[in-house]
C-alpha cells in the first residue's frame, strides 16, 4: 500500500526555521517524482517545489526561491523540506505528493498524497 506521511510541522516564529520530512511507504520514493504543496482554508492548494526521479530535474515558485529547498535521503526512504526564512505568509498545511510521472507544480498530476503537516508562522 502506498503512503506518504508528513510530520515536522508546528509554530515558528517570523525568520525561523522548519524541516519538514515526508516518509515513503510501500513504494521506493527514489524512483518516483515528489512535490510539496500548500494550502490555506478557502483557497487552491499550490505546488512550489518538485524534484524528478534521479533529482535532475527541478521546479520551484518565486515565493520560497532561496528559503527553502528539497532533499532526499534515499536509505530512509523520506524527502526533506528545509523552510527558511519563513513568514506569516507561509502559514498553511503542507502536503507531499508523489507519482511516476515528471516533476510537475500541478496537484493532478499527483495520485499519491499525505495527510498534510500544518506549519504556523507566528510571533
Known amino acids: 500500500q502506498v503512503q506518504l506521511v508528513e510530520s515536522g510541522g508546528g509554530l515558528v516564529q517570523p525568520g525561523g526555521s522548519l524541516r519538514l520530512s515526508c516518509q515513503a511507504a510501500?513504494?521506493?520514493?527514489?524512483?518516483?517524482?515528489i512535490a510539496w504543496f500548500r494550502q490555506v482554508p478557502g483557497k487552491a492548494r499550490e505546488g512550489f517545489l518538485c524534484?524528478?526521479?534521479?533529482?535532475?530535474?527541478?521546479q520551484i515558485e518565486d515565493f520560497v526561491k532561496g528559503r527553502f529547498a528539497l532533499s532526499r535521503d534515499v536509505a530512509k526512504n523520506t524527502v526533506y523540506l528545509q523552510m527558511n526564512s519563513l513568514n506569516p505568509d507561509d502559514t498553511a498545511n503542507y502536503y507531499c505528493a508523489a507519482d511516476l510521472g515528471r516533476c510537475s507544480l500541478i496537484p493532478r498530476a499527483y495520485r499519491f498524497w499525505g495527510q498534510g503537516t500544518q506549519v504556523t508562522v507566528s510571533s
Open positions: 524534484i524528478s526521479v534521479n533529482d535532475n530535474v527541478t
Open positions: 510501500g513504494f521506493s520514493s527514489e524512483f518516483y517524482a
